[in-house]
């Protein structure tokens, strides 16, 4: 015979007394305990291992006092799982959890507001639970109200499929399914905006590179070196003055007054020498040579010797 391997389970959280999670860690224990009969003796054994996850707060000080009174009697003082059942709710549960939760859902604090669907259903659905609420039509009510309004308005004005209004199960799927679809459209709108915010990428048809030929070097033209300007030769002070003496008078006229008539030495009009260019002071200078050169130069006799006694 094969023997079944059970799963493993999970140990009750630590209790610290506090009445909001009294609920969940009793029912934590009792899971437990049904699920694995066979660990536990008697229920004597299922309180004691209840009790070691009392620690800390009020847990810890409750527990504290059972062992403190079976210390002073001998006995302890809580036999069945039934009485300690009773006495956590009375220690442990909320004092009156079904005011709470009645108070809770006329008020507006249960709404859905920025959760989804899947979390508000799940506190509605505690909260109708501890306020012993099970018409059908007041769980529609309370569920649609609490829920946004623009799913309600879409539940509310389906075409067709619409739920009942006394069908509390169908006005669960019917919002779970419209914020499934609201959570997927903000999805794929929040990747579009993101794409479109991204710069785009433009891909550039480029023509492929081009070869590089690399013809050789041009010669460089060549140098043709001109020959020096002929230097003047220096004439000999004789050949000077015998050009000079060829030399005939310009027949450009009197460049002081312009008249053709006359030159410049026999110009009536006064000489300013500080006026001329340099260009007119070398024509009047070779001018008053060539004069010079001009006039014969009359031969004196030579003095007649004495004839001295």
Not at 98 to 124: K, M, W
Not at 220 to 233: A, H, M, N
Not at 255 to 280: G, M, S, W
Request: glycine residues 4%; contains cysteine; negative net charge.
């Amino acid at each position: 015979m094969v023997r079944r391997t059970r799963p493993k389970l999970s140990s009750p959280p630590d209790f610290n007394g506090e009445r909001h999670n009294g609920r969940a860690f009793f029912n934590s224990c009792s899971l437990y305990i049904c699920l694995a009969p066979e660990q536990f003796q008697d229920e004597q054994e299922r309180i004691l291992w209840a009790l070691t996850f009392f620690k800390g707060g009020h847990a810890a000080k409750w527990s504290e006092n059972i062992f403190r009174q079976e210390a002073d009697t001998g006995i302890f003082p809580i036999q069945t799982w039934g009485e300690f059942e009773r006495q956590f709710w009375l220690h442990f549960f909320p004092v009156n959890a079904e005011a709470d939760a009645i108070n809770t859902l006329e008020g507006t604090s249960y709404h859905q507001g920025n959760r989804t669907v899947d979390d508000y259903l799940d506190s509605f659905q505690a909260l109708v639970s501890d306020a012993s609420y099970t018409d059908p039509w007041t769980l529609v009510v309370k569920f649609r109200r609490g829920l946004r309004l623009g799913i309600q308005n879409q539940i509310a004005t389906m075409p067709y499929g619409r739920p009942a209004d006394t069908d509390p199960d169908a006005w669960y799927t019917a919002a779970r399914r419209i914020d499934q679809v609201r959570l997927a459209n903000e999805a794929f709108q929040s990747v579009s905006r993101s794409a479109l915010s991204a710069p785009l990428k433009t891909i550039s048809a480029r023509p492929p590179p081009l070869s590089v030929v690399r013809l050789p070097p041009t010669p460089p033209p060549p140098v043709t070196l001109k020959p020096p300007p002929p230097t003047p030769s220096m004439g000999v002070p004789m050949d000077v003055d015998a050009t000079r003496k060829t030399r005939s008078l310009p027949p450009r006229g009197c460049y002081q007054c312009r008249d053709v008539n006359h030159v410049v030495r026999d110009c009536p009009h006064r000489i300013d020498v500080r006026q001329l260019t340099t260009e007119q002071r070398e024509e009047l200078i070779e001018d008053l040579l060539a004069l010079k050169d001009a006039v014969p130069v009359e031969e004196s006799d030579p003095p007649e010797e004495e004839d001295f006694a």
